[in-house]
Nanobody, 120 residues
Framework: QVQLVESGGGLVQAGGSLRLSCAAS????????MGWYRQAPGKQRELVAH???????NYSDPVKGRFTISRDTAKNTIDLQMNNLKSEDTAVYYC??????????????WGQGTQVTVSS
């Protein structure tokens, strides 16, 4: 089991910055991958950024060059630094963890979500 707790959402003007943080209940080295997803009203949940246990990262095209995912292995946290925010970044942001069980099946764990609202 992995519990995830997000923090750091809020209201910001376009062009501004926010930093999201996600704390995991266990060592992130025991988790295969972690990431941030977002869901805007009326839209499907989409991947924003992803970091593997080995530290590899990838980003969705809309956020490349503006968002940075990072991790603190001592604190078992991952962060999402969001710069040059746009109105289309408005969404509920969810922290995700993927962990394989004893049968090598991947299970997804989710945080409760944090609202990010960008005003234009």
């Amino acid at each position: 089991q992995v519990q995830l707790v997000e923090s750091g959402g809020g209201l910001v003007q376009a062009g501004g910055s926010l930093r999201l943080s996600c704390a995991a209940s266990r060592s992130i080295f025991s988790i295969n991958a972690m990431g941030w997803y977002r869901q805007a009203p009326g839209k499907q949940r989409e991947l924003v950024a992803h970091i593997t246990a080995g530290g590899g990262t990838n980003y969705s095209d809309p956020v490349k060059g503006r968002f940075t995912i990072s991790r603190d292995t001592a604190k078992n946290t991952i962060d999402l630094q969001m710069n040059n925010l746009k109105s289309e970044d408005t969404a509920v942001y969810y922290c995700n963890a993927q962990k394989k069980d004893a049968f090598l099946r991947t299970k997804d764990y989710w945080g409760q979500g944090t609202q990010v609202t960008v005003s234009s």
